[in-house]
C-alpha cells in the first residue's frame, strides 16, 4: 500500500475502524516484526496524538538469564529500557495475560514513571499461542483517557501481530 496513512476525525469507534484497517493493510505479508512493530506505533501515534505509545518485548536477559520486557519501536519520548516481570504496568500486564487500564497512574502501585508528563496509560498483552510475548504500551498526558473501546480495538489490533 502507500505509505501515507488517511487520518479521520469523529468518534473514537471511527478512528479505530479506519486505522485498523490501514495497519492490517501495511502488516500483512510483511515477515518482519521489528517493521510491522514499527509501523503500527507510527500508525496509532499519527491517528490518536497520544504522548507515547510503543512495544515492550519478552527477551531473556543475556547477563542474568531473566525474562524480561526489553523496549521495542515506540514513539514518543526516550523510555526505560527494561522492565522486570510484575513490575509496573507493564509488568503487571504480563505477569496476568491481561489488559490494564490506569486512569490515574499516580494510584497504580509501582507504576515505573519513564516521564512524569504520563497520567493514564492503558496497556495490552501480546499472545503467542497461549504465552505472552510482549506488551503495548500507550500513555496519555491527561488523566482517563482509555477505556473498553480502546481495550477492544488495540486487543484486536495486537492480534494481528505475527510474531
Ligand atoms: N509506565 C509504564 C512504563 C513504560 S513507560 O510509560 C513508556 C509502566 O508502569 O509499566
Redesign the pocket.
Known amino acids: 500500500m502507500a505509505e501515507d496513512l488517511n487520518i479521520v476525525s469523529g468518534s473514537k469507534q471511527e478512528k479505530y475502524i479506519s486505522i485498523t484497517q490501514q495497519i492490517e493493510a501495511l502488516i500483512t505479508g510483511e515477515p518482519d516484526l521489528t517493521a510491522n512493530l514499527a509501523n503500527i506505533a507510527a500508525a496509532l501515534k499519527e491517528q490518536f496524538g497520544w504522548f507515547?505509545v510503543?512495544f515492550?518485548m519478552v527477551k531473556e536477559n543475556t547477563n542474568t538469564g531473566n525474562y524480561e520486557?526489553v523496549?521495542g519501536p515506540?514513539q514518543?519520548?526516550v523510555?526505560?529500557t527494561r522492565?522486570a516481570k510484575g513490575?509496573?504496568?507493564?509488568?503487571?500486564?504480563w505477569a496476568k495475560g491481561e489488559t490494564i487500564i490506569?486512569a490515574d497512574?499516580e494510584k497504580?502501585p509501582?507504576?515505573?514513571?519513564?516521564?512524569s508528563a504520563?497520567k493514564s496509560?492503558i496497556?495490552v498483552p501480546i499472545f503467542k499461542d497461549a504465552s505472552v510475548v510482549g506488551?503495548l504500551?500507550v500513555?496519555s498526558e491527561l488523566l482517563d483517557q482509555f477505556d473498553t473501546i480502546d481495550q477492544q480495538y488495540l486487543e484486536a489490533i495486537v492480534a494481528l501481530i505475527r510474531h
Open positions: 507515547w510503543g515492550y520486557l523496549l515506540f514518543g519520548p523510555a526505560c522492565i513490575r509496573g504496568v507493564c509488568g503487571t500486564s490506569v497512574v497504580f509501582g507504576h515505573i514513571a519513564c516521564s504520563s496509560e496497556v506488551v504500551d500513555d
